[in-house]
């Protein structure tokens, strides 16, 4: 688990938005759309690390706060 607080901002699609560190090797999760990040909202991604690669969301929310 991991958090971190995202300016407001839209953030163009095809942007390295997530890197995970597995041992020796970064996986990236690029975004595949503009995503917007507006004030007073929480987002919530879970993703699945695969051997090669970070799978699509496998569940996002966006709640405010």
Not at 27 to 52: A, C, I, N, Q
Request: glycine share 6%.
């Amino acid at each position: 688990t991991a958090s971190a607080i995202i300016v407001p901002q839209t953030i163009e699609k095809g942007t390295k938005f997530i890197k995970i560190t597995r041992g020796s090797k970064d996986f990236f999760y690029t975004l595949p759309d503009d995503m917007s990040y507006l004030p007073g909202h929480s987002y919530h991604y879970r993703l699945k690390v695969e051997d090669s690669n970070i799978e699509s969301p496998v569940e996002g929310e966006e709640t405010e706060w």
